[in-house]
């Protein structure tokens, strides 16, 4: 009941074509679900983050959509670039818990 | 200035060596992490420690000891190195343990057994 679930596990995508990464959970208490950029070499740094109250979250070319009745969010990368290869991680925490589960990760390459 | 910093970068040694990995923060947290990444990329939580307290020890060997001498620095030493052990060391903290804040890593440590 703690698990995160990403896909797909890795992402090829064209030059100005959206990306899409999947993310399920199971345990309701969570309420916070955060985004994770990491480049190789570098450590995950917060991209994007949204609370259940709110159906979608816009911040630049990324969105995040969140369905609380379906417990999924996604993230969606518009227009994207080579710049934003990199590996992304879902998670999730819950106030009063102390730690965050992350997802598998996907790496994400965006082709030229 | 950097956030979360980690030393070393990358660290180099034989079977049964006992090493140390140092960490600090600058961002005034209370809370921080070490997590392990393997080959595949899987962050796993190690270590949560909230104003010098351990908070969470997720079934880690004993031969990992994190020890935290101030608010600002978590220290991981690992005895009796094993090969299994080689992967990507990552520290972070946030500001307020269970409330929803999010975390600043560092840029890891890769640990390498031979």
């Known amino acids: 009941q703690q698990q995160v679930k990403q896909s797909p596990q890795s992402l090829i995508v064209q030059k100005g074509g959206i990306s899409i990464i999947n993310c399920a959970y199971e345990n309701t208490a969570f309420d916070y679900f955060p985004w994770y950029q990491q480049f190789p070499g570098k450590g995950p740094a917060l991209l994007i983050a949204?609370?259940?109250?709110?159906s979608e979250k816009k911040e630049g070319r990324f969105t995040i959509s969140f369905n609380k009745s379906a417990k999924q969010f996604s993230l969606h990368i518009m227009d994207s670039q080579p710049g934003d290869s990199a590996t992304y991680f879902c998670a999730a925490s819950m106030r009063g818990g102390f730690k965050t589960i992350f997802g598998a990760g996907t790496r994400l390459f965006v082709k030229a | 200035d950097t956030a979360v910093s980690q030393t070393p970068k990358y660290l180099v040694t034989q079977m049964g060596n006992d090493k140390s990995i140092k960490c600090e923060q600058n961002l005034g947290h209370d809370t921080m992490y070490w997590y392990k990444q393997d080959s595949k990329k899987f962050l796993k939580i190690m270590f949560s420690y909230n104003n010098k307290e351990l908070i969470i020890n997720e079934t880690v060997p004993n031969r990992f000891s994190p020890k935290s001498p101030d608010k600002a620095h978590l220290n991981l030493h690992i005895n009796s190195l094993e090969l299994g052990d080689s992967a990507v060391y990552f520290c972070?903290?946030?500001?307020?343990?269970?409330?929803?804040?999010?975390?600043?890593f560092g840029d890891g440590t890769r640990l390498s057994i031979l």
């Open positions: 949204i609370r259940p109250d709110v």
């Open positions: 972070a903290s946030s500001q307020v343990a269970g409330s929803n804040q999010p975390q600043h």
